[in-house]
């Protein structure tokens, strides 16, 4: 495997379940986000993690929660959402240095959609 | 607040060239980028700009006058393969990475 990983693409769920996204990079990045990508609106941040630290949290509901056991697994738990979460969820990784411009490689998503 | 503006759809003709613009406004900038999503995939890294002018780089070409706060990625000889969405995005002051919501290029025959 190379790149960015995401399982599963595919999910659906209602709005009482417990469920979770999983997300492996295998290019020995220091670096993990989530992002949330709904039709023709911009890229959202959802969760940042450096050095397996979470260092932003947007403002994101407390049905998201996100765990990061190392530098090459990233997850999201999802509990309770709402129809309004559907959505495609992007996994990334990057490699940060002191520059601080980085660039990001991309999973390829886990289309969530919430009945 | 910060933003950035880009068409939402554009077609062109296989064999063409498309350009595709993108405005920013944002506190401060520390680069900007193009990237490529096809469609259920990931968005891959097109370029890279940070200093005025035009990167060059096969078929595609990106552009950026810091002065007008504007970018542009240009595709030439466009085949059906690059049918895709196209997102521009800049690092503020803060290195925050602000998206725009993505160009749908649609190339027929």
């Known amino acids: 495997e190379t790149g960015v990983t995401q399982t599963p693409r595919h999910l659906v769920m209602g709005m009482t379940n417990k469920k979770s996204l999983k997300c492996e990079q295998h290019?020995?990045?220091?670096?993990m986000y989530w992002y949330k990508q709904s039709a023709k609106k911009p890229l959202e941040l959802m969760f940042v993690?450096?050095?397996?630290?979470?260092?932003e949290n947007n403002s994101v509901p407390s049905r998201f929660s996100p765990e990061c056991p190392n530098s090459s697994h990233l997850f999201l738990h999802l509990h309770t959402l709402q129809p309004e979460d559907s959505a495609l969820y992007l996994c990334?990784?990057?490699?940060?240095?002191?520059?601080?411009?980085?660039?990001?490689?991309f999973g390829a998503g886990s289309r969530l959609t919430v009945l | 607040g910060q933003n950035i503006d880009q068409p939402t759809e554009m077609t062109a003709t296989e064999g063409a060239i498309v350009q595709i613009n993108c405005t920013y406004q944002?506190?401060?900038?520390?680069?900007l980028f193009w990237y490529q999503q096809h469609a259920g995939e990931a968005p891959t890294f097109l370029s890279y700009?940070?200093l005025d002018g035009l990167e060059e780089k096969g078929r595609f070409s990106s552009f950026l006058s810091r002065s007008k706060g504007y970018s542009y990625l240009l595709l030439k000889e466009l085949q059906m393969k690059d049918s895709a969405s196209y997102l521009c995005?800049?690092?503020?002051?803060?290195?925050?990475?602000?998206w725009g919501a993505g160009t749908k290029l649609i190339i027929k025959p």
């Open positions: 990334a990784s990057s490699q940060v240095s002191g520059s601080g411009a980085n660039v990001l490689t």
């Open positions: 290019l020995g990045h220091n670096a």
């Open positions: 993690y450096s050095l397996e630290e979470r260092v």
């Open positions: 944002t506190s401060g900038f520390n680069g």
């Open positions: 700009n940070v």
């Open positions: 995005a800049v690092f503020d002051s803060n290195y925050q990475l602000i």
